[in-house]
Each structure stands twice: as structure tokens, then as C-alpha cells.
């Protein structure tokens, strides 16, 4: 069994459709795969129907952006009510945020290098949810730069004076948010400490006390010595250990499968699902 449990599609900062996504899962051979755009679920319904189509199992997911003390840290949901109020109000209110803040990002850019707005919003297309990686594809199109990557490097790291962070709600209010709405939450990269802060080892304590079930160990931002301190960390605190590709298409180099969770800790987060639904 191959399972990939991080995507993401052109209703964030993948670039390509759910469809696609999905159909590419097929071809990676991955035998479970969930879709987890950046603070939306626009892309479930159509990942869903073409997974079917394709003979893969879709686990429908989310990863929403918090804040712990001016830290990011990115949070897994799976299987949560996409209805809930609760969730859809702190969606709602980070991604009105992540259009303003995109705006002044650019606006910033705008006073040394050749990009608009109307040029990112091009390139942001139909996505429910702007992100950096967007401003990255103009400044791509104009020759800036070669790829997003270098365009994080250069111009959209965070410190740099372009740079602008977004609204995000605190992360074991996330926690519980998607919690009470049946999600079953996984901290994503809680390692990947060379793309910005990361947060210390008490934090994640206080996360698992306020309902988180896993952490995802195997990331291609994490080196051996990230992967073996979050597996011990995992056992200690009986959080499941998961692995992912973080897939954006071709904005990033990661590639489909190239990470994977074990299907017994896959097990485990079904029946943390199962567990939620029947009380
Ligand atoms: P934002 O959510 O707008 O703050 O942008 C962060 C997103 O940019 C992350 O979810 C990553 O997918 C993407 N990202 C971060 N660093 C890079 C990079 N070096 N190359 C391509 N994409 C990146
Ligand atoms: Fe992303
Ligand atoms: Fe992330
Ligand atoms: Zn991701």
C-alpha cells in the first residue's frame, strides 16, 4: 500500500487541477492519496469523483495556516465537515487576509522590479487561496527570476523587505476548530526549519494536549536528524508518525510518493477518525 497523505492543486499553489492531481496519483501508483490545499476544500468534490475514476482511495484534507507566537506552522486535517461553521469562519478570514497581504507583498515588489497585481491575479487564476508561490509565477513571467524557488531565495523569504506575514488563527484553536468539526489534525513539516522558525518541543506538547493525533515525520524538508528527533517525539507523545510528498506540480521538485505513510500509522488515523464520529 502506498499512501501519500500531502497535495496540493491549482485551488492553492499546486499547479495542477485536482483532476490532474489526482490522475498523476495514479500513475505514481500511490493506492491512497489526500488532496490539502492551502486553507480550502474547493478542490474535494472534483479530486473525489476523478479518484474514483482512477481506482485510488481520496482521503478529502486540508492544510490551514496558524500562527504560534508569530511562528507559522502548518496544520493536516483530514475528513473534516467542510460545512462546519466554525472552520469555515477561520478559513474564510485567513484567506480574505492572504489577499491583502498579497497586495502589499507586491505592491512592495513593485517599487524595484516589474510586477502588478493584475499580473498575479492572473496568475493565481481561479484559486480559492493566494499564496507567495502565485507572486513567484509573475516575476517568473517577467524574467526576474528562473523558477519560484528563486524566487522565494531572492525576493519572498521570509526577512527579506518585500516580504509581509499574513492574519492566521493560533494553532491549538486550530486544533480544536477542526477537531470539534470530526477532523483528525497532523502538524505538517513541524521540522522544516530552512524555510522559516520553527516551533519548540513544548509547543508540540501543548498541541497533542489540545487534540493533536500526528506529526508528519517524513518530509523532504526534514534531514535524518529532524526525521529521527520527530519519530521519537511521535512514540513519546503517542502522535501517529506520518509520511508526504507536500506534491505542488510543477512549482516544487517534490514528487508524488517520494514519502509515504506506513498503512498501519494510516490505520491508526482512521480509527482517530472513528473515535471523533461516535461521540
Ligand atoms: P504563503 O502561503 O503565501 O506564505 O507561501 C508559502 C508557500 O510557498 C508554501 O506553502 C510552499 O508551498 C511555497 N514555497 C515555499 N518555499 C518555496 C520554494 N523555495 N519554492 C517553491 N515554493 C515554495
Ligand atoms: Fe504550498
Ligand atoms: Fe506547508
Ligand atoms: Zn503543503
Not at 488532496?35 to 476523478?50: C, F, I, Q, R, V
Request: glycine share 8%.
Amino acid at each position: 500500500m502506498r499512501i501519500d497523505l500531502h497535495t496540493h492543486s491549482t485551488v492553492s499553489d499546486g499547479t495542477g487541477s485536482p483532476e490532474q492531481v489526482m490522475r498523476e496519483a495514479a500513475e505514481a501508483g500511490l493506492d491512497v492519496v489526500a488532496l490539502t490545499d492551502h486553507d480550502s476544500t474547493a478542490g474535494w468534490d472534483e479530486a473525489s469523483a476523478t479518484a474514483a475514476d482512477a481506482g485510488v482511495a481520496f482521503v478529502p484534507g486540508i492544510e490551514v495556516s496558524c500562527r504560534h507566537h508569530g511562528i507559522s506552522v502548518h496544520l493536516l486535517s483530514y475528513w473534516h465537515d467542510r460545512a462546519d461553521e466554525g472552520v469555515e469562519r477561520m478559513l474564510a478570514a485567513t484567506r480574505d487576509a492572504r489577499v491583502d497581504r498579497a497586495k502589499e507583498i507586491v505592491r512592495r515588489i513593485g517599487e524595484d522590479y516589474p510586477v502588478t497585481w493584475e499580473a498575479v491575479s492572473e496568475r493565481a487564476g481561479d484559486a480559492a487561496t493566494v499564496g507567495r508561490p502565485h507572486i513567484a509565477d509573475a516575476l517568473v513571467d517577467q524574467g526576474v527570476v528562473p523558477t519560484r524557488d528563486a524566487a522565494f531565495e531572492a525576493i519572498l523569504v521570509p526577512g527579506s523587505r518585500y516580504y509581509v506575514p499574513h492574519y492566521a488563527p493560533e494553532v491549538n484553536q486550530a486544533i480544536r476548530t477542526m477537531r470539534a468539526a470530526g477532523g483528525v489534525t497532523v502538524f505538517a513539516h513541524p521540522g522544516a526549519d530552512t524555510r522559516g522558525r520553527i516551533v519548540r518541543t513544548s509547543v508540540i506538547e501543548s498541541m497533542a494536549r489540545a487534540g493533536l493525533v500526528g506529526l508528519e515525520v517524513h518530509h523532504r524538508d526534514h534531514d535524518l536528524r529532524q526525521r529521527s528527533r520527530l519519530a521519537d517525539l511521535a512514540e513519546r507523545l503517542d502522535l501517529v508518525p506520518t509520511g508526504a510528498s507536500d506534491y505542488h506540480g510543477t512549482g516544487k521538485l517534490n514528487r508524488l510518493g517520494e514519502n509515504l505513510t506506513a498503512p498501519a500509522e494510516f490505520a491508526r488515523l482512521e480509527a482517530a477518525r472513528g473515535a471523533l464520529s461516535s461521540h
